[in-house]
């Protein structure tokens, strides 16, 4: 009712979905014009970075949301006659949340960070003062950022690292942050060990890391389709995937096509690692398959060309997941969260 | 077809027309030359051979069945030299092989008969003829050992098939035709010419005959996940699509870059959303994220090895391994002239490899310059990930594989491709 011509707009872009997957959502680009007027600048920003992909994997939106309502909380003033604790979330964290939401569905590490958040703000006594109130929470959300964010990434780099054995031929696919900083702490321990890099050619993300690796010494046999997929996992030592997100059923949630690799690798014998921070877990949602969450490629919804951004790996195709804390089985971080 | 565009590009159709004017060498080069470029490809090949040896048959000289095979052979063996990924070459070839042996041993029973009487033939043949040629591997029971167990319909085949005990001798094979009568290689020629027509027949009919059972596979409501459709597919999404009311979601390993102004299986497409059936194309390498909404995967094979194993377009495999792991069947169609009587290399030899620059651009000389690109073109399938071959005769399972090879080849010439080596 508000903005008339959005949802007509929405219809004809969600007109080519095929039915069956009608219930996926998808990305969508608000003109900043559109916006709700409570939306602050940095949010908006971040809302258009995020709806056309230039903030892409979930760790990187994770980051610049929190950055971003870092900045809503800085200029945040509490009006007369409320407290913090009680106006905060529900007139102006909220609207942030709804037009992210709006721009692209929410990742699930952004999901536990607002449902963190909020928890916080909640705690507040009702007459915390104002000024004590916002430095307490930009001190949560830099140590947030520090710890669930840089150093996990560290620690799990610096873990995947240590189980590459010397001659090792490790497999992966696409690119991901955790598993291309992986490779380079082992080839800067002094390993020599080969990766062969399995691409999405409607992605190519792969064929950068494929150049990295290159660039710092490290053998690499780049694919840039999965085809011939079976012998060259066959070939392999082991598989090192990224995830997006893990659910309380242990599954991985991962750009698509992880699941054929990694049920590839299982079935040839091969091992496989998922790298993944404990922020990216999901306790409360269990997804069985690929049509419970996902997304749909907005540059790829036309009656020529349908894509889903990701899939779902069932835990049986899974051998070990790497997190900060631990490195177990694809349930037992999931307590970590 | 304008004159100009067929000597810049000779298609298969202009090169068969041109057989009749050409010199039996010169028809071979032209086709060795477009086997080579990679202009004359899968189902193409197996007709084009057939055509080849109809020539060869025709226009070579030769006096008696020893020649007539050696002729063949040596032509075959070029073919299948010039496009070692095309098994179909092979086949049809051996077809042709037998089908020499089968008319050969017919004339030969025709003059015997009056002397002597069939039984004694059929004792005498396998003892005296085997030392003239190195015997083939036995790898499987003798073709009469199977034969009794056929359940296959053979009266499409009666020329090529292997008789039945009693007919014929079952190795009638490398005959010695010295004393023929050049009457007898006349009738001879004619009689393979017809074989071979029948064995052409049979190739342009397998698509059509294999479409007949569409409605039996794809039912009402059925989401069916094509890979890279070929021909013998979308022929037989076509003719399902006339009777039934479904969703073809079509999968291929071709990226963005590949697709020109046309959309990939426009044509295909169109047929069926005329017929009322819905299409989904999927930009999208992984599979496994579809798949527990299809009901069946069908895609096509370039070959069909002896234990059951197939040689396909590459990516089938995933989509094969994806349905497989979610037990959804996997239906592959394949004409029986595909069927090899061999075994499948090992994996890594057998697979054939693209042009990586469609990936990666050589542009960028010094990223790329150090890094190794694969860019494979088919794949193997392990038969453990195949439910259904639906070949041209009804669909088969794995199982009987061996009584269809039996049929259709015989034992002499399963080595055929073991004499590629030989210049």
């Known amino acids: ?337 | 077809m304008a004159p100009s565009q067929a000597s810049h590009a000779p298609t298969l159709d202009s090169l068969i027309k041109s057989f009749n004017s050409q010199t039996l060498e010169a028809s071979i080069e032209s086709l060795l030359f477009l086997l080579k470029r990679r202009q004359v490809q899968g189902d193409e090949c197996a007709k084009a051979t057939a055509h080849i040896l109809r020539q060869v048959v025709a226009k070579s000289k030769w006096r008696d069945v020893d020649q007539l095979l050696s002729r063949v052979q040596s032509a075959g063996s070029r073919l299948a030299r010039a496009a070692p990924m095309e098994p179909v070459i092979g086949n049809v070839v051996r077809r042709v092989l037998g089908l020499i042996r089968d008319e050969a041993s017919e004339e030969r029973n025709a003059d015997d008969l009056v002397s002597e009487t069939a039984s004694d033939i059929q004792s005498l043949t396998p003892s005296t003829y085997p030392a003239q040629r190195p015997a083939p591997v036995p790898i499987r029971p003798s073709p009469s050992a199977i034969s009794t167990g056929l359940q296959v319909s053979k009266s499409m085949f009666n020329l090529l098939s292997v008789a039945d005990p009693g007919d014929s001798p079952m190795t009638g094979a490398s005959t010695p035709m010295s004393q023929a009568q050049p009457a007898s290689v006349h009738a001879l020629r004619s009689e393979v010419m017809d074989g071979i027509e029948e064995i052409l027949d049979e190739i342009n009919q397998a698509d059509d005959q294999i479409a007949g059972f569409a409605e039996i596979q794809i039912h009402p409501g059925d989401y069916v996940l094509a890979y890279q459709p070929s021909r013998t597919v979308e022929r037989f999404l076509v003719k399902a699509a006339s009777k039934r009311r479904f969703t073809v979601i079509i999968a291929s390993l071709e990226s963005p870059s590949h697709t020109t102004a046309e959309a990939p299986y426009a044509t295909l497409r169109k047929k069926l959303n005329a017929a009322g059936v819905k299409t989904i194309n999927l930009a999208s390498n992984g599979l496994m994220a579809y798949i527990p909404r299809v009901n069946k995967v069908i895609f096509g094979a370039k070959a069909v090895y002896q234990n059951g194993g197939l040689l396909v377009d590459s990516g089938s495999c995933i989509a094969a391994q994806a349905a497989h792991e979610y037990l959804k069947p996997v239906i592959v169609l394949c004409p029986v002239f595909k069927f090899c009587p061999e075994d499948p290399l090992d994996e890594v030899s057998r697979r054939e490899l693209g042009n990586p620059s469609t990936y990666v651009s050589y542009a960028n000389g010094p990223a790329v310059d150090a890094l190794d690109v694969e860019n494979t073109v088919t794949d193997y399938i392990p038969p453990e990930l195949v439910d259904v071959y639906l070949t041209n005769l009804g669909p088969q399972t794995r199982h009987h594989l061996a009584s269809i090879l039996a049929d259709h080849y015989k034992t002499e010439d399963i080595g055929f491709s073991l004499q590629l080596d030989e210049p």
Not at chain 1, 102 to 124: D, Q, S, T, W
Not at chain 1, 272 to 292: A, G, H, K, Q
Request: proline fraction near 5%; glycine fraction near 6%; include cysteine.
């Open chain 1, 1 to 337: 009712g508000r903005r008339p011509s959005v949802p007509t707009t929405e219809k004809d872009v969600r007109s080519g979905i095929p039915e069956c997957f009608s219930h996926v959502p998808m990305a969508k680009r608000i003109p900043t014009s559109h916006a709700n007027k409570d939306v602050h600048p940095a949010v908006l920003a971040v809302g258009q970075q995020m709806a056309t992909f230039f903030l892409n994997d979930s760790i990187s939106r994770l980051r610049a949301t929190l950055l971003a309502f870092r900045k809503v909380i800085e200029s945040y003033e509490t009006p007369k006659g409320n407290s913090l604790s009680r106006h905060f979330v529900p007139h102006v964290l909220n609207p942030q949340i709804e037009y992210l939401t709006e721009c692209r569905p929410m990742c699930f590490a952004m999901g536990n960070a607002i449902r963190l958040l909020k928890g916080r703000v909640n705690k507040f006594d009702i007459d915390t003062a104002e000024d004590e109130a916002k430095e307490d929470l930009l001190e949560w959300i830099d140590s947030l950022i520090i710890e669930r964010i840089t150093l996990a990434e560290d620690a799990i780099a610096r873990n995947a690292a240590e189980s590459i054995n010397e001659g090792d031929t490790i497999i992966t696919y696409g690119r991901h942050r955790l598993v291309e900083k992986t490779f380079l702490e082992a080839k800067h321990d002094g390993k020599s060990f080969d990766v062969t890099v399995i691409d999405d050619p409607f992605d190519r993300g792969g064929q950068e890391l494929a150049e990295t690796l290159r660039q710092a010494g490290i053998p690499v046999l780049y694919s840039p389709n999965l085809g011939g997929l079976r012998p060259k996992v066959a070939a392999a030592s082991n598989a090192f995937l990224g995830g997006e997100a893990i659910f309380a059923n242990g599954s991985l949630h991962a750009p698509s096509g992880t699941a054929d690799v990694a049920m590839a690798a299982m079935n040839a014998g091969v091992k496989v690692i998922v790298l993944c921070e404990t922020i990216n877990f999901d306790r409360d949602r269990v997804s069985v398959d690929s049509l419970t969450y996902n997304e749909i490629d907005p540059e790829r919804n036309t009656a020529d060309c349908f894509r889903l951004l990701f899939d779902n790996t069932h835990d049986k195709y899974i051998t070990g997941v790497i997190t900060e804390f631990e490195s177990g089985g694809g349930n037992s971080p999931a307590q970590a969260i």
